[in-house]
Every structure is written in C-alpha cells, then in structure tokens.
C-alpha cells in the first residue's frame, strides 16, 4: 500500500541496529545509507521501505506492522525484537478482534514507535 515511511529518530546508530536485527526474520537489509545519518531499509524485492533519520524532533509514537510469510517469522521476529532491545507490546499469538487468522506480535523500538510483524497465513 505504501512505498515508503520516513521518520525520525533520536540516536541512528541504536534504532538502524534494532531495525536491521528485529527485522532480519522476514529479511529486511539496508537498501540505501544516506551518511552521516539516515538509511533506507527494504526486503530484498520489496516494493517499500522503511527510512530513519538522526533528529532532536519529538514525533508522534508510529504503528508500523510489516508482512511476514509464516507465523514462524512473527515469532522469530519478537524474539529478535526483544534481544535488540525492544520493549514487549504484545507477544505472538492470534488476534481474533482482527480476523481469525490475524497472528502478530508487537514490540516497542528504542522511541517508543509500536511495530508490529503479521501473517494472516493460516500455521503450516
């Protein structure tokens, strides 16, 4: 739906580690670096992309909720989320008040942004 999201971030080099390791299980890299302070990450044959920049702003807190395959990458990227040093916000489990097959996990990145990874895949 989107092409790309761009927001700000208080320290680039915590929240590019966090993204890059939280996001590494549906495969997320670094597409493009914008030194000193910004990058563009992307799937390697996504059609969107997520942008972070350095910033002294104060935004809003962002629901960012990416697509994985399986319910196994919703699971691996909680659990990689958390290491990064994210903050649960919502283990992995099924979301019925969304839809019966709705399965995500939520996790606070080091701003305070709610991101979220979901299949609507039915388990393997």
């Not at 092409?3 to 590494?24: C, N, P, Q």
């Not at 914008?34 to 969107?48: F, V």
């Not at 972070?52 to 629901?63: G, N, S, V, W």
Request: some cysteine; hydrophobic content about 35%.
């Amino acid at each position: 739906m989107f092409d790309h999201i761009k927001f700000g971030v208080r320290d680039f080099a915590v929240s590019k580690t966090f993204y890059l390791k939280a996001l590494e299980p549906i495969g997320v890299t670094v597409v493009t670096d914008w030194p000193p302070n910004g990058a563009e990450l992307s799937q390697p044959t996504g059609k969107s992309s997520l942008c972070l920049y350095q910033t002294d702003e104060k935004p809003a807190h962002l629901h960012i909720a990416f697509v994985a395959e399986n319910r196994h990458q919703v699971d691996a990227f909680y659990y990689a989320a958390l290491s990064a040093g994210g903050q649960d916000n919502g283990p992995p489990g099924l979301r019925p008040q969304y839809s019966g097959q709705y399965y995500a996990a939520f996790i606070l990145d080091p701003d305070g942004h709610n991101i979220e990874v979901v299949c609507h895949e039915t388990e393997a």
